[in-house]
């Protein structure tokens, strides 16, 4: 959420920022409702403050023997005026946190303008794409005896996937030498979290409510969903926590599969395993303090890029601008790897600073060392990296022409020594 002091002080100014996503913010709304606010919080101070003098009174008059019958019923009539007053203040104040959870983040300055990603600004490149001297073929074509998704669209329908023998076996060494990566190189703490949550943890990282139509709920007693990203449940183990200074950062690395309907992609990138119901991932979560979350995108960033030169897979890194950002985000910088079929970089990784967006919708905080206050947390994360699609650029970009598909060096331990998959086969 937007911190609502921000909002009562630079209504105007938010209201700019957020025009830059294409977000229209009702100002007039907004006023009306804080003012509404703040009208029948001075009125329920009035009355409790009348019913503290009527009571005093009420004491008064007794000590001294005097009639206090009519001052017994003021009381009671100020008491049922304060609770009218206190349900009305309740009503308003639920309907003004509706409203503020349903505005996005506020853009950060150094995130460029524009309206889509054609607008988005390349930051740097690292290693030229491979000149094939044959037509590369998409990971598709490259090997149907692996990627098997008539199987999977009679299991499940479409945009599933069934991997087959060398080619699932490839997939579950990207998970592991990424996981291992991020533990032994980079310091992340490995997390196993649950694939279903309910609505308070989606509610905390902005899913909801806007975004449930591209969840798929679980049927049961409770109000739960299937992740669409583990940054769901991993980020929510600091929700309504007041952590210790000396306990940041947190650096967490977990493996999940995610779960999305696609709703808002339809017809979007349907051949293949680009854009499916089900994928997985390994995704990178940070929390640290108010002032560390800049340096903290830089590097989980590069965290995530290690991966891509240790594949030594050609990408791209790409500020997106602000109409092409999340909702949670303040500024995101997506990394695009090549894929030779389509002769074009594509997203592989979605790094995201959400400063203390998050954290206000979770109360998550830590305790200032200075002045002992709890503080909000910045947190942030990263795909590092989303695994199907980088077994699509290692399959497109690693093929050889003559049926077969290298194994890159980093991966062959994780392979027992296998160097290339039989494609054609």
Not at 144 to 154: F, G, I, Q, R, T
Not at 329 to 356: G, M, Q
Request: net charge negative; glycine share 6%.
């Amino acid at each position: 959420m937007i911190e609502p002091a921000r909002l009562r002080r630079d209504i105007q100014g938010v209201a700019s920022r957020l025009a830059l996503r294409g977000f229209t913010l009702d100002v007039a709304r907004f006023e009306a409702l804080d003012t509404r606010r703040r009208d029948l919080q001075a009125e329920t101070e009035r009355l409790r403050n009348e019913r503290r003098t009527t009571s005093r009174r009420i004491g008064a008059a007794k000590a001294a023997g005097e009639d206090i019958a009519p001052l017994v019923a003021a009381v009671g009539g100020l008491g049922d005026r304060l609770s009218a007053a206190a349900r009305d203040f309740d009503s308003v104040r639920a309907e003004l946190d509706e409203f503020s959870r349903s505005l996005p983040n506020v853009p950060d300055a150094s995130v460029p303008p524009g309206r889509d990603e054609s607008d988005n600004l390349e930051l740097r490149r690292w290693r030229e794409p491979a000149d094939f001297n044959f037509t590369p073929k998409d990971h598709v074509d490259l090997a149907p005896s692996l990627l098997d998704l008539e199987a999977a669209a009679k299991l499940s329908g479409a945009r599933f996937s069934v991997l087959r023998g060398p080619l699932a076996r490839l997939h579950r060494a990207l998970v592991q030498f990424m996981v291992d990566t991020h533990v032994q190189d980079h310091g992340y703490e490995e997390v196993y979290v649950p694939y279903i949550v309910d609505r308070a943890a989606l509610l905390g990282t902005g899913q909801l409510p806007k975004f449930e139509d591209d969840l798929f709920a679980v049927r049961g007693e409770r109000d739960q969903f299937l992740i669409p990203t583990a940054e769901v449940p991993v980020t929510n183990l600091v929700r309504e926590r007041i952590l210790a200074a000396s306990e940041l950062p947190l650096r967490f690395v977990a493996h999940t599969p995610c779960f999305r309907s696609e709703a808002g992609n339809y017809g979007k990138d349907t051949r293949g395993m680009f854009r499916q119901h089900q994928f997985e991932k390994v995704e990178l979560v940070q929390v640290v303090a108010a002032g560390d979350s800049w340096p903290a995108l830089e590097e989980l960033t590069g965290h995530a890029e290690t991966i891509l030169r240790k594949l030594d897979l050609p990408y791209r890194a790409v500020a997106l601008c602000a109409g092409d950002l999340g909702f949670a985000a303040a500024k995101t910088i997506d990394l695009e790897v090549w894929l030779p079929a389509e002769r074009r970089y594509r997203e592989i990784s979605s790094c995201s600073n959400f400063l203390d967006f998050q954290a206000r919708r979770m109360m998550a905080r830590c305790r200032s060392p200075e002045s002992g206050r709890p503080e909000y947390v910045h947190t942030l994360n990263g795909s590092g990296l989303a695994v199907g699609r980088t077994l699509i650029a290692i399959m497109e970009n690693y093929q050889d022409g003559d049926g077969a598909i290298h194994v890159p060096d980093a991966l062959r331990a994780y392979m027992g020594g296998v160097t290339r998959l039989d494609a054609a086969a």
